[in-house]
């Protein structure tokens, strides 16, 4: 169930890898994740790298639509 993978997709929001947070960030926005929006407002303040900044804004404007 799609359900059970929203914990894990979040978790990995935290890795040091900026190609799975970039993944991570895809999906949740794909699937419209409403509780990801508070810890990807999170790692926004907090990503270094500029591309995947730019992702975390599209995902958090997509899900808030």
Do not use: H, Y
């Amino acid at each position: 169930r799609i359900e059970s993978l929203i914990p894990t997709l979040i978790l990995k929001l935290k890795n040091k890898d900026p190609d799975i947070r970039k993944a991570s960030i895809l999906s949740l926005m794909q699937l419209n994740i409403n509780e990801a929006v508070n810890p990807l407002k999170c790692l926004l303040e907090i990503e270094p790298n500029k591309n995947v900044r730019k992702i975390i804004k599209l995902a958090i404007k997509k899900i808030n639509n």
